[in-house]
């Protein structure tokens, strides 16, 4: 539950930020620009983020890339801090930003998705993924709670930097499970 706790926090603004005006601490971007940046450009990002997590996996083994996953599910949301702090106006570097942010989600999720299946081997697996699934919502919704509340009293650019701040638990959460992951999990074997 605490793989995606900065994540669970940082997706609840994103497009707040992106919206509000400048003279407010956001980028003051049209909801088209939205659309394309974070809704197209960044939707591909994230595919081809999955894409080629589920090849390393498939190359590598879970195990071997759980810390390079969880370190890209992470440190793209500095990004963030990178435009509030700058809060550039060009076009490019914005969409840019994103569609790095939303490769590493799509890059690092992609081990969890693979460790909720490992979970969920053996003769009820369907149930056991069900309740993954349900334990992974629960992860997502319960620090997303309160990311409202905590940018309104800190402002866009420390939110940003409590949301860097708050990936120590992703890496707490793949220290703890690395050990109990078989190193051929995930691999392709040739047949």
Sequence with gaps: MLYRFAEAQLLKLVVPFLLDARHTGGLGLSTRQVGIFYGTIGVIALTLGGILGGLAIACFGLRRMLWPMAALLSAPNAVFVFLALGQ??????????????????????????????????????????AICTG??????????????????????????LWICLATIPTFAATAFITAKVDPAFGRKTST
Excluded at 91 to 112: D, N, W
Excluded at 137 to 159: D, R, S, T, V
């Design 135 to 160: 334990f992974m919502a629960l992860g997502m919704m319960l620090p997303g709670m309160a990311a409202g509340w905590l940018q309104e009293q800190l402002g866009y650019l420390n939110f940003f």
């Design 88 to 129: 550039p106006a060009s076009a490019s570097i914005v969409a840019t930003a994103l569609a790095v942010e939303q490769f590493g989600y799509g890059f690092g999720f992609t081990a969890y998705m693979l460790y909720m299946m490992l979970l969920a081997e053996g003769e009820h697996r369907t149930a056991h993924y």
